[in-house]
C-alpha cells in the first residue's frame, strides 16, 4: 500500500492503531428493557384536574396550539384540551400555571393508533350572572381561587365580590351606570354597551 | 480436453449441501463479529437466513421490460454453483475434467457478468454505475486470480482444478502465488475496501438498487455463495498441500479432509469481517490502480515460476 | 475605539451616501444610505485592508412599507481584524428601494457572497438586483406563480397560491453530460439538487437547486408569534444547531431590550451551546466515515455522541435535543447542583473517547487516501464568498465569532480557535476534531468557573420598531438573527441566515475539478443538512434526452410489474 504523506497529520498518523479488542455491547433490547428516565426529562404534559382552576394561562403561552380552550356557553362549561400529539415539550405550559395543576411527566411512549387517545379534557362549570342569569367567562374554581389570592382590602375597595358575580355585559352596564350617574358619561346609559356575541368563542 | 470427465454423486451432494445451506450463515457470523467490534450486540447469527427467506417470499418489482433483467440473478447463482461444482470436498469432487481450470475461471466470472447484464439493463443510473464499476473491479482482479491459478496448473502440471492441489509443489513462487491467491480472493469476493460496485453510501447499492423482492434475494445469494466459493478455493488450496498423505486413503481421510477444510472458512470468515470493520472503501480509481500494481506483480511471479524457482 | 478611525474614513469616502448612522450597539453600527454605491460600499468594507478577515455575511430585505413607506434592503458586512488588535463590529448598510419599483445596483456583481441574498430578496420580496449575474430563481418552487412576493406584509402566512411550472435550472455547459445529485441523496441532509455538468469523470461546472424543504419560519414569526414564542420555532430551524439558533434570537432581542443576562445564564448558555457543537461535530464524523465506508468510525462516533454527550444534554436541559433553555433575558431552568460533577466525570471520559477516535479515523489509511487534496477551497474563495465556520478555518480564513465578538461567556474562557490551511476535506475533519477537544475544554472551564446567581432578567415590553442584530457561532459556521420589533410584542422583521447559506453557495466551486465519486464526500464535508435516497439522472447532451426514468413512468411500470407476478 502507498505510504500516505500529509505534513499536519504525520504525528497523528504515528499514533497507535485502532485497538480491535471486542467491546462490551453497547445497545440495549430497547422496549423490552426500560430506560432511565432523568428527573429533567420533559415528557408528555398532564394536567391535574383536581387542580385547574381553568385559568387557560396555559393556553395563551402554548407556541404550538397544543392547549386550546373550548366554550360552551349554553351549557355554562369551559374545557382545557391538552392534545400531546400537537405538543412540542417546551414546558412553557408549565411555568405559566398559576396553581401547578400542569406538569411534564416522564412519560414518552405515546405510539397509538389513535391521535385522539392522548387528548386531555378538563372541564370547567361557569358561575352564573346574578344578574341575567347568563353564564360568565369566569370558571368556579377562578372565581374560588381569586378571592383566595386577593387581599381583602382589595376586593373591598373595588366591589369585586359583587362584579364578579356578574357576566360582562351586566358588569359593563352596571359600570356605566356607576359612571353617568357620577356625570362622567354623557347620553343615554342602555344605549352604550356593546352586544357581546355569545358562544362561539374560541 | 474432456476426455477424462468424471463425476461424483456423493460429491454433488455434499457440494449442494455446502453452498446451500453455509453461505447465510458465514454471513451471519461476520455480522456479529461486525458488530461486536462496533460495540454492538448484532443481529442473530441466522439472521441472513431470515433475511433471505423475507425476500424469497416478496414478489419483485420490475422497472425494466428487458427479460435480462430477471435471468440475471439466476444466472449468477446457477453460475456460483457451477463453480462450486468443480471444487474438491475432502476427497470427492462432484465433476472433475482435464481443464476444468478454464471452465471455473469462467463460470466464477460469469457471476459478475451476470449481475452486471442485471445492472445494465435498468435505466438506473446508480445501477448503471455500479455495473461500470463491478466491470472495472472484474477487468482488473480477474487477470490476478488468472495468473495465480496459471502459476499453480504450471507448477502442478495439471489443468484439473481439484488435481492442482494434489501435485502443487513447494516453491518459492507457489508461496508467492498463494499471497496473489489471498488477495484476489478478497478483492474478487467485494469485501470492504473492494465493496466500490455497492456502495451503498454513494451509489445507493449500485447494481442492487434496482432489485427488489425474490430477484434480490437470489442475488445476494448468488454474491454469498461466489464468496463461499472463492473462500473454499482457498481453504482448498491451503489444505490439501498439507493433508496430501490421507486426503485420497479412504472415506475417513476424506471426512477429515473436509472438515479441516470447513473449519478454516469457518475461522477465515470472522478474520475478513473484522479486516471489513476496520477499513475505508476505495474510490475505484484507487482500488484499479492497486490491482494494477499486483497484477503486475503477479507477472513477475509468473516469470518467476516460469524460471522454475 | 480603534475602530473609530476606519469608520471615519469610510464614512468621508462614502459623505454624499450616507444618510444617518445609528449605533444599535456598540459593536452594531447601521448606515442609512443611498442605494447607488451599495456595490462600493460593501466592496470597500469587504476588503478592507485592516480588517482583512472581513466578509459579506447576508442581505436583509425588509418589506417597510408600514413604516417608511419603502422597501429596505440592508447588506450586513461582519468587520474582522485578523491580527486582533482593534475590535471587531458588523456594519449594516440600510438602503430604501421604491415602494413602487424596488430596483437596486447588485452588490453581488462585485461580491459573489452576495449572490444568493440577492437572488432570495428577488424571490422572496420582488426586489429588482440590476445586473446580478444569475437572477435565476433560489428560493421559492418553479410552479410559484411570478408576481406575488411571500414576505411582503400583504401576502398572508398561509396563502400558497399555485402557478405554472417552469425551468430552473442552470443550461449545461458545451460537450458535458449531466449527474445530477439529488433532490435525495445519501450525501445530503436536506433535500438538494447538484446538477454536476461533467467532462467523463471530470467535474467541470455546477448547478445547484434547493430550498425543497423552505418553511417559510420567517414569516410565522412575523405574522402570528409573540418574541417569547419565537424562540420554539427558532429551535426548531435546524435539528442539529437548534440551541444556537435560539440563542443568536435571544441575543438579538436582548440587544433591543438593552439588557445584559445575568452571568450564570451566560455560563448555561456557553456550556449548552459547546455541548451541542461536541454533538454536531461527533455527527459529522462518523457520517464522514459512513460515507466512505468506514462503519466502525460511524459507529464509534455516533456511541460516543449518544453517551456520554446526548446523555449530559437530555440531564441539563431535560431532553437530548430542542432543549427549550432559552427565553429573553436568561435561560429558563438552572442546572441541578449534583450534575455538576457529572458533567466534570463526563467530559474527562468524553476527552479520552474523543482521542480514540481520533486514532481510529487518522489511522485509516483509506480514510485518508479519500479525503485528502480533494474539495479544495482555496482562501480566496472561502473569502469571496463569506464561506463561515469550519469550513472556512479549514481553509486558512481565521474567524471564529465566539472569540471575535465575544459573546456570552466566551470572553473569559481561554481556547484556541484551529486553523488549517489546506482547504480540502481531510482539514475539514481535522478542524472539527480539533474543535470537539476545545470545546471539552471550554465546558470544564465554564462548569469551573460558573458564578452563582439569577439566571434570568425579566424583560417588559418591548420597544417597538428597533432592530438589532444576534450571533453565535454554530458548528457550521456563524449564525446570524436580525430582529426588527413590531408593536404589542410581536417581531416585525426576523431574519434568520444559518451557516450553511454561505457554505453550500460555495460547494460548486469546491467540487469543480474534482471526479463524480468525490462529490458526496464533498458535498458532505461542508456539514450541511443531509438525507435521503439518491437519485442520478444522466443527461445525453447530443439528444438532450433524460436516461432516468421519471416518476410516473417508474410508477406505471411498476405497477405492471407487479400485477405480471
Redesign the interface.
Known amino acids: 500500500m502507498e505510504d500516505v504523506k500529509i505534513s499536519y497529520t504525520e504525528s497523528l498518523i504515528s499514533w497507535k492503531r485502532p485497538d480491535l479488542r471486542v467491546g462490551v455491547p453497547v445497545t440495549v433490547k430497547y422496549p423490552l428493557v426500560p430506560t432511565e428516565k432523568p428527573p429533567e426529562y420533559r415528557g408528555k404534559p398532564h394536567i391535574d384536574p383536581n387542580v385547574c382552576i381553568g385559568c387557560g394561562a396555559c393556553v395563551r403561552a402554548c407556541p404550538a396550539d397544543a392547549l386550546t380552550a373550548e366554550w360552551d356557553l349554553e351549557n355554562g362549561l369551559k374545557s382545557i384540551v391538552s392534545n400531546p400529539a400537537r405538543c412540542i415539550r417546551c414546558g412553557r405550559c408549565e411555568e405559566a400555571c398559576p396553581t401547578g395543576a400542569m406538569k411534564l411527566t416522564l412519560e414518552f411512549e405515546l405510539a397509538t393508533p389513535n391521535k385522539e387517545d392522548l387528548v386531555e379534557v378538563v372541564e370547567h362549570h361557569l358561575t352564573k350572572c346574578k344578574k341575567c342569569g347568563d353564564y360568565t367567562e369566569f370558571t368556579e374554581r377562578q372565581v374560588e381561587k381569586a378571592f383566595q389570592i386577593l387581599p381583602k382590602e382589595i376586593v373591598d375597595a373595588n366591589a369585586l365580590g359583587e362584579k364578579m358575580q356578574l357576566c360582562r355585559e351586566c358588569r359593563m352596564e352596571e359600570s356605566v351606570k356607576i359612571l353617568a350617574a357620577q356625570g362622567r358619561i354623557i347620553g343615554d346609559p342602555l344605549l352604550l354597551p356593546p352586544q357581546h356575541a355569545k358562544g362561539g368563542e374560541k | 480436453m474432456m476426455k477424462t470427465m468424471s463425476i461424483s454423486v456423493l460429491g454433488i451432494i455434499v457440494g449442494v449441501v455446502l453452498v446451500a445451506i453455509l453461505p447465510p450463515f458465514l454471513d451471519g457470523i461476520a455480522r456479529k463479529v461486525k458488530a461486536r467490534i462496533q460495540y454492538r450486540v448484532g443481529p442473530p447469527i441466522l439472521q441472513t437466513y431470515y433475511d433471505l427467506q423475507k425476500l424469497f417470499g416478496l414478489p419483485s418489482l420490475r422497472p425494466t421490460e428487458n427479460k435480462w433483467f430477471r435471468v440475471a440473478p439466476y444466472l449468477a447463482l446457477a453460475s456460483a454453483f457451477s463453480a462450486a461444482f468443480l471444487l474438491p470436498y475432502g476427497k470427492w469432487v462432484p465433476v472433475k475434467f482435464s481443464g476444468d481450470i478454464v471452465v471455473f475461471f469462467y463460470v466464477l466470472a460469469m457471476v459478475s457478468v451476470a449481475i452486471i447484464i442485471g445492472a445494465f439493463s435498468t435505466q438506473n443510473a446508480h445501477s448503471n454505475i455500479g455495473g461500470h464499476r463491478e466491470m472495472m473491479m472484474v477487468l482488473s482482479v480477474e487477470p490476478i486470480l488468472g495468473v495465480a491459478l496459471g502459476i499453480f496448473a504450471f507448477k502442478a502440471g495439471t489443468l484439473s482444478l481439484s488435481a492442482i492441489p494434489l501435485k502443487v509443489p513447494a516453491s518459492f513462487s507457489t508461496v508467492l502465488a498463494y499471497l496473489l491467491l489471498i488477495y484476489a480472493a478478497y478483492a474478487e469476493s467485494g469485501f470492504v475496501p473492494f465493496d466500490i460496485a455497492e456502495a451503498e453510501t454513494e451509489i445507493a447499492g449500485g447494481v442492487l438498487v434496482e432489485y427488489s423482492g425474490r430477484l434480490l434475494g437470489v442475488l445476494e445469494y448468488a454474491i454469498l455463495a461466489k464468496r463461499l466459493v472463492l473462500l473454499w478455493l482457498l481453504s482448498t488450496f491451503l489444505t490439501i498441500p498439507i493433508l496430501r498423505g490421507i486426503a485420497l486413503t479412504g472415506v475417513v481421510g476424506g471426512i477429515v479432509v473436509l472438515a479441516v477444510q470447513l473449519i478454516l472458512v469457518l475461522v477465515a470468515y470472522p478474520l475478513i469481517a473484522a479486516l471489513e470493520a476496520t477499513n475505508a472503501r476505495y474510490r475505484i480509481d484507487q482500488a484499479v490502480a492497486l490491482n494494477t500494481r499486483i497484477f503486475l506483480l503477479s507477472l513477475v511471479v509468473l516469470a518467476v515460476a516460469a524460471v522454475g524457482w | 475605539m480603534v475602530t473609530k478611525e476606519c469608520l471615519a474614513e469610510f464614512e468621508d469616502k462614502f459623505k454624499g451616501e450616507i444618510r444617518e448612522k445609528k449605533f444599535l450597539t456598540p459593536t452594531q453600527i447601521l448606515y442609512l444610505v443611498d442605494k447607488k454605491d451599495l456595490p462600493d460600499m460593501a466592496y470597500y468594507l469587504q476588503y478592507h485592508p485592516e480588517f482583512d478577515e472581513s466578509y459579506y455575511v447576508m442581505g436583509i430585505g425588509s418589506d417597510e412599507r408600514q413604516l417608511a413607506g419603502k422597501f429596505a434592503y440592508a447588506p450586513v458586512i461582519n468587520m474582522l481584524d485578523g491580527s486582533g488588535k482593534r475590535e471587531n463590529f458588523y456594519v449594516i448598510l440600510k438602503a430604501r428601494l421604491d415602494k413602487d419599483n424596488p430596483e437596486f445596483p447588485s452588490v453581488a456583481q462585485k461580491l459573489p457572497a452576495a449572490l444568493w441574498a440577492e437572488r432570495e430578496v428577488r424571490d422572496l420580496l420582488g426586489f429588482k438586483p440590476l445586473d446580478h449575474p444569475d437572477l435565476r430563481r433560489l428560493i421559492t418552487p418553479e410552479d410559484w406563480p411570478e408576481g406575488v412576493y411571500p414576505l411582503r406584509k400583504d401576502h398572508a402566512y398561509n396563502a400558497s397560491p399555485a402557478g405554472e411550472l417552469q425551468d430552473g435550472y442552470k443550461k449545461a455547459p458545451e460537450d458535458t453530460s449531466t449527474?445530477p445529485i439529488g433532490p435525495y441523496h445519501?450525501?445530503l441532509d436536506e433535500p438538494a439538487h447538484f446538477r454536476l455538468f461533467v467532462k467523463g469523470e471530470e467535474i467541470v461546472d455546477v448547478d445547484y437547486r434547493g430550498f425543497y424543504s423552505h418553511r417559510g419560519i420567517e414569516k410565522i414569526g412575523e405574522g402570528r408569534?409573540t418574541y417569547n414564542?419565537i424562540?420554539?420555532?427558532a429551535e426548531?430551524i435546524c435539528g442539529i444547531c437548534g440551541f444556537q439558533h435560539s440563542s443568536a434570537y435571544a441575543m438579538a432581542v436582548e440587544n433591543i431590550a438593552g439588557v445584559e443576562i445575568p452571568a450564570r445564564a451566560q455560563y448555561i448558555r456557553t456550556i449548552l451551546l459547546e455541548i451541542e457543537r461536541i454533538h454536531s461535530h461527533l455527527l459529522w464524523a462518523g457520517v464522514a466515515?459512513?460515507?466512505?465506508?468506514?462503519?466502525?468510525?460511524f459507529?464509534?462516533a455516533w456511541?460516543i455522541r449518544?453517551?456520554p454527550v446526548m446523555w449530559l444534554a437530555?440531564?441539563?436541559?431535560?431532553?437530548r435535543k430542542?432543549y427549550?433553555m432559552n427565553i429573553v433575558g436568561g435561560v429558563?431552568?438552572d442546572f441541578?447542583d449534583y450534575r455538576k460533577t457529572e458533567i466534570l466525570d463526563k467530559m474527562k471520559q468524553l476527552k479520552k473517547d474523543v482521542e480514540?477516535l481520533?486514532?481510529?479515523a487518522?489511522?485509516?489509511?483509506?480514510?485518508?487516501?479519500?479525503a485528502?487534496d480533494v474539495g479544495v477551497l482555496p482562501y480566496k474563495v472561502a473569502k469571496d464568498y463569506g464561506v463561515v465556520g469550519p469550513t472556512a478555518r479549514a481553509s486558512g480564513r481565521n474567524i471564529d465569532v465566539r472569540r471575535d465578538h465575544k459573546v456570552f461567556a466566551y470572553k473569559d474562557v481561554d481556547f484556541d480557535v484551529p486553523v488549517?490551511k489546506?482547504g480540502d476535506v481531510?482539514?475539514r475533519l481535522?478542524v472539527r476534531l480539533d474543535e470537539v477537544l476545545q470545546s471539552i475544554s471550554i465546558i470544564e472551564q465554564a462548569v469551573d468557573q460558573m458564578p452563582e446567581g439569577d439566571i434570568f432578567t425579566p424583560i417588559g415590553k418591548l420597544p417597538p420598531y428597533q432592530e438589532a442584530l444576534g450571533y453565535t457561532e454554530a458548528h457550521r459556521g456563524e449564525v446570524i438573527h436580525y430582529v426588527l420589533t413590531g408593536t404589542n410584542n410581536k417581531v416585525y422583521r426576523w431574519k434568520v441566515r444559518a451557516p450553511t447559506y454561505n457554505n453550500l453557495a460555495a460547494v460548486p466551486e469546491m467540487l469543480k475539478g474534482y471526479?463524480v465519486?468525490?462529490a458526496?464526500l464533498i458535498i458532505a464535508s461542508i456539514d450541511p443538512c443531509y438525507a435521503c435516497?439518491?437519485r442520478?439522472?444522466?443527461v445525453d447532451v447530443k439528444t438532450g434526452k433524460v436516461?432516468?426514468?421519471n416518476e410516473a413512468e417508474?410508477n406505471d411500470?411498476?405497477i405492471?410489474?407487479?400485477e405480471?407476478?
Open positions: 449527474v445519501m450525501a408569534l414564542q424562540f420554539y420555532i426548531r466515515c459512513h460515507l466512505v465506508g468506514f462503519d466502525t468510525g459507529m464509534y456511541r449518544e453517551e437530555e440531564r441539563l436541559t431535560g431532553n430542542t427549550g429558563r431552568r441541578l480514540k481520533y486514532n481510529i487518522v489511522s485509516s489509511d483509506i480514510l485518508i487516501k479519500r485528502k488549517y489546506d481531510l482539514a481535522l471526479r465519486a468525490d458526496p435516497t439518491e442520478v439522472q444522466i436516461k432516468a426514468l417508474f411500470l411498476s405492471k410489474a407487479s405480471e407476478l
